[in-house]
């Protein structure tokens, strides 16, 4: 079975929470730091407002903090692109029977919002959502738990996933792993290659070419 991060792997999302990340700071004038971004990249909401709470001496409360980021992200998720090769690469994943779900620490409106608007959501059996289940990525359980939702042994399921934790963490549950690249987190391509099981730079790397297509027939 394949699972699919969301952001930054099947949408070209990222750059939103940059800017909400950016726009929330600066309003309180806070400085947007690397040692910030990996506070909060790659998380769940609950978490990354706890750490910006903490990190950032805040006297808001999480809730109201999360309150102000899905104000800042707004209708960002119906404007949102499919990355390259995206939707030739599920089309084709379908055709040859492999059954496919995402895995993603995305809010769950945002999720839906976009794969709805997107025309992605009838490629994928379910959704596993982080933040319904209180994990990060990072955590193998996520990945054994979207196993079992699938019912399918971790051994037999290939994760898909821009991050080189949320990768880890699939690697720990016993799943193979593709890296995919994203220019938010460029810096990490040389480690996503060595420890990955395949690296690609876009989903049109993994088409069929047309001798391969009509040898498949």
């Known amino acids: 079975m394949f699972f699919f991060d969301l952001d930054g792997t099947l949408i070209d999302s990222n750059g939103v929470w940059k800017h909400v990340d950016r726009e929330f700071l600066a309003r309180r004038g806070i400085l947007y730091t690397h040692a910030y971004y990996e506070g909060v990249a790659h998380t769940i909401l609950p978490l990354a407002a706890e750490f910006t709470k903490e990190f950032c001496h805040l006297e808001e409360s999480c809730e109201d903090i999360i309150a102000e980021w899905m104000d800042l992200a ?8 499919v990355k390259p090769g995206v939707r030739a690469y599920l ?9 496919m779900a995402v895995v993603t620490s995305s809010v769950p409106e945002h999720c839906r ?10 490629y994928f059996e379910f959704i596993t959502f982080a933040h319904d289940l209180g994990l990060e990525k990072k955590n193998p359980d996520i990945w054994l738990q979207a196993a079992r939702q699938g019912g399918i ?12 934790s949320a990768c880890r963490g699939a690697r720990a549950a016993r799943m193979r ?4 690249y994203d220019g938010f987190f460029a810096a990490d391509e040389r480690e996503m290659r060595s420890f990955c099981d395949v690296y690609i730079h ?9 001798e391969q297509k009509a040898r498949r027939k």
């Open 74 to 81: 707004k209708d960002a998720y119906t404007h949102v692109a």
């Open 91 to 99: 089309k084709q994943c379908r055709a040859e029977g492999r059954r």
């Open 113 to 122: 919002t976009a794969l709805d608007k997107l025309d992605l959501a009838r």
């Open 153 to 164: 042994e971790p051994e037999r399921c290939t994760v898909f996933d821009d991050s080189l």
């Open 177 to 180: 792993v593709v890296g995919v």
């Open 202 to 210: 876009s989903f049109e790397e993994l088409l069929w070419l047309p």
